[in-house]
Structures are given as C-alpha cells and as structure tokens.
T-cell receptor, first 114, second 117 residues
Framework: AQKITQTQPGMFVQEKEAVTLDCTYD???????LFWYKQPSSGEMIFLIY????DQQNATEGRYSLNFQKARKSANLVISASQLGDSAMYFC???????????WGAGTKLIIKP | ETGVTQTPRHLVMGMTNKKSLKCEQH?????MYWYKQSAKKPLELMFV???????ENNSVPSRFSPECPNSSHLFLHLHTLQPEDSALYLC????????????????FGPGTRLTVT
C-alpha cells in the first residue's frame, strides 16, 4: 500500500532561519513522483515543488529545495531564509505513475516567529 | 479569470437541501478532481475526471454526485447531506500526459467551506 508520513504536526521557527519539514513515503511502484504543497489559512493549496523518482538531482525552486533520499524513502522540504509569509500548513504528497491518485500526508503546521 | 475558480466560497445548508458546488479551470487542463478536506485528516480524493470521463470514485456516498460537462467545468451536486459532511471541498486540475517524466502537478481552487446543519 502507498503511504505518506509527516511526523511533525507543528513547528515554530524564527524568521530568517532555514527549516526542514519531514516526509517519508512508502510505495512498491518503481516510478513515482513526490510533491509539496503549501496551504495558507485562506485554504488554497499552492504547488511548491516536485521530485521524480528517476531524477538524479534534488529539485529546487527558489527558496524551496527537496532533499530526496531514495534509499531511505524520504523527501524532506527545505525552506531557506524563512519569512513570515511562510506560515501555513505544508503537505507532502506522492503519486505512483500507474494511476491518477495523489496520496497525501497529514500535514505540518509551520509558524514563523518574528 | 485565471487558474482554478470555485463557487460558492462558503455554503451553509440543511440536511434536506440540494445544492451544487461549481469549479472552473482556465488552464487548458484535461483532468479535474474533487477533494474533501476535514479537520485533522489527510486530504481525501473523491472523484477524478480525465477528458470528461470519470476514472475514479473512491467509495463516495451517493449523496455526492459529480458532473463534468466539459474539460473546463466540474460540479458537485449535494443532497441529503449529513453533519459529518461539513468540510472544505477543493477542486483541482492537471494536465495528464503519457510521460514518465512529467510532474502532473495539480492546481487547486480556493475551496468551498461547507457547513451542514
């Protein structure tokens, strides 16, 4: 069965510090993709970054990077130089390329302190 | 309008009412999704439409009825709901391709906050 685990229900981080949000996954499918989404209090899910299982390099998008460790089945999100606007729920999701379904983690609530 | 829009943003309905949620995507995507997000639970996929054809129905109760008249519009018709159906309902779209290396990221609307009284 496919599963996503986010072990940090909540985190407090000082503004301008880097933050790592944990995500581990489980799948028997050899081809899959991993996604991170941000959900502010307004409710909209915002796509942040994607990592494919065959990608040789870790994905980066501006201040976001994905620390992909395939052997450990982890796909942690790293946010550099955190900002107050980064306060939100963050969700890790996985999709096996054999179907359309995204499997979602329970999320981590990130609060950036000034 | 750009991206994915949803109306209404908030809805309060009684258990005997019939209402519909509307979603429209302006991204030229060919797949659309309905999700339910309840407090303290992971996002639950309800329905998937690809090229207007329903491809997934994750054991959703029949009081939820989807409709996809074209690849840009998606509806969720609601009737005789229960209080436990109160949640945020999110619509999403994506561009599906037969490519192992395509990210298939889904783009979401702002959601409809539904309260069943």
């Amino acid at each position: 069965a496919q599963k996503i685990t986010q072990t940090q229900p909540g985190m407090f981080v000082q503004e301008k510090e880097a933050v790592t949000l944990d995500c581990t996954y489980d799948t028997s499918d050899p081809s899959y993709g991993l996604f991170w989404y941000k959900q502010p209090s307004s409710g909209e899910m915002i796509f942040l970054i994607y990592q494919g299982s065959y990608d040789q390099q870790n994905a980066t998008e501006g201040r976001y990077s994905l620390n992909f460790q395939k052997a450990r089945k982890s796909a942690n999100l790293v946010i550099s130089a955190s900002q107050l606007g980064d306060s939100a729920m963050y969700f890790c999701a996985m999709r096996a390329n054999s179907n359309y379904q995204l499997i979602w983690g329970a999320g981590t609530k990130l609060i950036i302190k000034p | 309008e750009t991206g994915v829009t949803q109306t209404p943003r908030h809805l309060v309905m009684g258990m005997t009412n019939k209402k519909s949620l509307k979603c429209e995507q302006h991204l030229g995507h060919n797949a659309m999704y309905w999700y339910k997000q309840s407090a303290k639970k992971p996002l639950e996929l309800m329905f998937v439409y690809n090229f207007k054809e329903q491809t997934e129905n994750n054991s959703v109760p029949s009081r939820f009825s989807p409709e996809c008249p074209n690849s840009s519009h998606l509806f969720l018709h609601l009737h005789t709901l229960q209080p436990e159906d109160s949640a945020l309902y999110l619509c999403a779209s994506s561009q599906e391709r037969d490519s192992l290396y395509h990210s298939y990221e889904q783009y979401f609307g702002p959601g409809t906050r539904l309260t069943v009284t």
